[in-house]
Nanobody, 128 residues
């Protein structure tokens, strides 16, 4: 089974940047659909960005144009480059992966329960 470990979170001023990493072990990131979800206390977990098995990508309305999701097969790592950060981006960020394939990705990519592999999370705080 694949294991995921996030890193790169921290505290920054609005307008700053962070790069989150999700290091995978036990299997190749190339074999999975992957995503970055974020969650704050009292709210539902939401998808910030997703990348499919064959590199189709998704961004939420709030992250599109500011965030970039990418995968480095050689390093077996998923990344989330976050630029122009806003206070509303403050959350715990989680890396997720699963093997669902084909066009079903379009329906399942944003649903946390469809992902069976999760990291422990990394905290991001953005101050104004």
């Amino acid at each position: 089974q694949v294991q995921l470990v996030e890193s790169g979170g921290g505290s920054v001023q609005a307008g700053g940047s962070l790069r989150l990493s999700c290091a995978a072990s036990g299997d190749s990131v190339r074999n999975y659909n992957m995503a970055w979800f974020r969650q704050v206390p009292g709210k539902e977990r939401e998808a910030a960005a997703a990348i499919g098995r064959y590199d189709a990508v998704y961004y939420s309305d709030s992250t599109k144009g500011r965030f970039t999701i990418s995968r480095d097969d050689a390093k077996n790592t998923l990344y989330l480059q976050m630029n122009n950060l806003e206070p509303e981006d403050t959350a715990m960020y989680y890396c997720a992966a699963d093997r669902f394939t084909g066009s079903i990705w379009l329906s399942w990519r944003l649903i946390p329960s469809k992902y069976n592999h999760w990291g422990q999370g990394t905290a991001v705080t953005v101050s104004s």
